[in-house]
């Protein structure tokens, strides 16, 4: 399994973002945020940072204005955002189609109440209303587990898999990531 | 109730727009953002020296900081924006270290919880990320279609086209994520209805 940060193979500068929907995920979990970061000669050149809410911030070093391979680097961070675009758009068209499905057990659900009460249409409405209550009731609850869980996971992900080949492929120990190593960020 | 009629409203301002910026500033690294406490220690060192490079007095930021001392640093960019009525760039940055000072004061306790939630993470890292730098180009999305561009003049020329290339990929990475908000949301209830009405 390739790490979340591993760089875009073969290229230099490198490019380093989530490859896959799990990393992606794991990512907006543990930081509530996903990272694209490239880094050029000088550690890193370009960070794009997407928040929650869908907010972008993109920063700059001036430095790599003037670079000579600058074009290449932009290219390279242009591309993983690109990368991380397309791999939204097939995460949403997922969690679509699972929506999809819990509606119709929900609706299939409101509908057996009604056939075995025998009651009107608006009365399925009523039903309806009232498992979608529970069901964020329960959301509510089972939530900061969930996170939780998520955050355990990518960083188990992380220690595993990327620390040992992301700090590898760090030309300087002074530009290394800091994992957090304290409560959830 | 206020306390959840401000988050609930920080949401719903949070859906929708959408702003994207971009920043050119120096001596940038790979490190994430810390644990909030680390976060809101580094946002304040910043304001406080952006400040002082403007007249204020420097009070070392305390450790731990107090929601106290992030109240002083909005009074104190009050005092600069009212000091420098005719610089345009300093008013707007110490506009900002007012709001977000304000702000900050406001979750400031929620902050320091051993597990905060993720709204006010969100709002804590916006901060952290544009802490007292100069927003080179922005764009502003809203809901109902309206955009705002802003270019600084200083990279609006053909020598910055690739850093316009960024940023309209930071806008199409923006909209991606929203539309495939959007889409979940209204598929969850056009679905539902479907099903419902299919009866």
Request: hydrophobic fraction near 45%; glycine fraction near 6%; proline fraction near 5%.
């Amino acid at each position: 399994m390739t790490s979340a940060m591993d760089p875009i193979p073969g290229r230099w500068p490198h490019a380093y973002a989530p490859n896959t929907i799990a990393q992606l995920v794991a990512e907006l979990a543990a930081h509530a945020a996903l990272v694209v970061w490239t880094r050029g000669v000088e550690g890193v050149e370009a960070r794009t940072t997407m928040h929650l809410d869908g907010d972008v911030t993109t920063t700059i070093t001036p430095q790599c204005l003037s670079y000579p391979q600058r074009d290449e680097l932009f290219r390279q961070h242009v591309e993983a955002m690109l990368k991380v675009g397309a791999l939204l758009r097939t995460g949403a068209a997922r969690a679509t189609r699972v929506t999809a499905l819990v509606a119709g057990i929900v609706a299939a659900v409101a509908t057996a109440t009604d056939i075995i009460a025998a009651h009107s249409w608006p009365h399925i409405l009523v039903t309806f209303g009232g498992v979608a209550c529970v069901g964020m009731l329960v959301t509510r609850l089972v939530r900061p587990l969930g996170v939780r869980f998520l955050i355990r996971s990518a960083r188990a992900e992380i220690a595993t898999t990327s620390l040992g080949r992301r700090t590898a492929n760090m030309p300087s120990a002074s530009n290394a990531v800091h994992l957090p190593t304290s409560s959830p960020p | 109730m206020g306390a959840f009629a401000d988050r609930f409203g920080n949401i719903v301002r949070g859906l929708v727009s959408l702003e994207i910026n971009t920043i050119v500033k120096d001596g940038m690294s790979a490190t994430r953002m810390g644990a909030p406490p680390q976060a809101l220690s580094e946002i304040a060192t910043r304001y406080a020296t952006w400040l002082q490079s403007y007249g204020s007095r420097y009070d070392a930021v305390p450790d731990p900081l107090t929601a106290q001392y992030l109240e002083g640093l909005a009074v104190k960019a009050e005092q600069v924006k009212a000091s420098h009525p005719d610089a345009e760039g300093v008013a707007v940055i110490a506009t900002r270290i007012e709001r977000n000072a304000r702000q900050l004061t406001t979750i400031f306790d929620r902050l320091t919880l051993a597990e905060p939630d993720p709204d006010e993470l969100v709002q804590l890292r916006k901060i952290w990320e544009i802490g007292t730098e100069t927003v080179v180009m922005q764009t502003v999305l809203w809901i109902d279609g309206d955009a705002t561009q802003r270019i600084h003049p200083g990279f609006a020329d053909t020598a910055h086209q690739q850093l316009l290339a960024i940023h309209s990929a930071s806008v199409s990475m923006s909209l991606s994520y929203w539309k495939s908000v959007g889409d979940l949301i209204v598929n969850v209830f056009s679905s539902a209805w479907e099903k419902l009405t299919s009866k």
